[in-house]
């Protein structure tokens, strides 16, 4: 029996890492243990969840089928845009969150002339385009946050919260940055919604009940105002995908999720999130 060729003989642990986290709750959002598993199921997966965290699981499974050389079949079927009845243009965005994470390994996906298959192929390798190396001080000054209609006091909040955030990046303190940038992200998010409930309602993103009605804005999750604002155009698609990182790392406020992965946070992921939600507090202010 012959042994199956890599898909991506090159992918290094990183690369899996990335492309795990990317799946999980990248550009198509935030996906339950049962998801993954069924998404994996479909291209070939056989394991399950087993105690691992999501993103960790993803990168196992990426892993497991890159070896096997199915890795190809993962990746166009995460493109196909069937898989987003509510969002037409979801998967472009998947695609090119997946795309800047394939391109230094010299393949890329592109769509077919239907708009409805993904082909995987070779590309010349190449690096993303460079972003500065550490936040710049024009990047740590404070948003114009007083472009957010909201309360005086929710502003003032916002301001005092994004001046503690440098303080901790000049400590430095990598992993409070970071969580500190997701929940300011998460609260400008909601205040840009709360400013135009109507708007935010019709969004076909926006949240239901089991009823179908609108779920109250105060019950959004950080995954339903990241979606939202995007589709509405408030923030761009790229600086969407960045913000479900910021919101992965967020969560490592609890210390039992980043003891469960393998990546977690150092000085280089702080200085690439802060650049990553400084750009998007500039779409939103």
């Given amino acids: 029996m012959t042994t199956p060729s890599p898909t991506i003989p090159s992918l290094i642990a990183q690369g899996s890492q990335a492309l795990g986290t990317e799946i999980a709750e990248g550009a198509g959002g935030y996906r339950k243990g049962w998801e993954l598993e069924a998404l994996f199921n479909t291209v070939g997966g056989s394991s399950s969840l087993a105690g691992r965290s999501r993103a960790t699981y993803a990168a196992d499974e990426v892993d497991a089928l890159n070896q096997a050389g199915q890795l190809d079949r993962l990746l166009t079927r995460l493109c196909d845009p069937r898989l987003y009845p509510t969002s037409p243009d979801q998967h472009e965005r998947v695609r090119e969150a997946l795309n800047a ?105 926006a949240p239901k009940n089991k009823a179908g009605s609108n779920l109250p804005l105060g019950e959004w999750s950080f995954n339903d105002l990241i979606e939202v604002a995007a589709e509405l155009g408030w923030i761009h698609p790229t600086r969407a995908a960045f913000s479900h990182v910021a919101r992965h790392y967020r969560n490592y406020v609890h210390p039992n999720l980043e003891h469960k992965e393998v990546q977690g946070v150092d000085q280089a992921a702080c200085d690439i999130t802060w650049i990553a939600v400084k750009s998007a507090f500039d779409d939103l202010t």
């Fill in 101 to 205: 994470i394939l391109r230094p390994y010299g393949h890329e996906l592109t769509m077919d002339a239907t708009g409805l298959n993904a082909t995987f192929g070779t590309v010349t390798p190449a690096l993303p385009a460079a972003s500065p190396a550490k936040p710049t001080a024009a990047t740590l000054a404070r948003p114009d946050f007083s472009k957010l209609v909201g309360p005086p006091t929710l502003i003032q909040l916002l301001e005092e919260r994004w001046d503690e955030a440098v303080r901790l990046y000049n400590l430095p303190s990598p992993r409070f940055t970071i969580i500190a940038l997701g929940a300011l992200l998460e609260g400008a998010l909601l205040a840009k919604a709360e400013s135009n409930p109507p708007v935010a309602f019709q969004a076909k993103k």
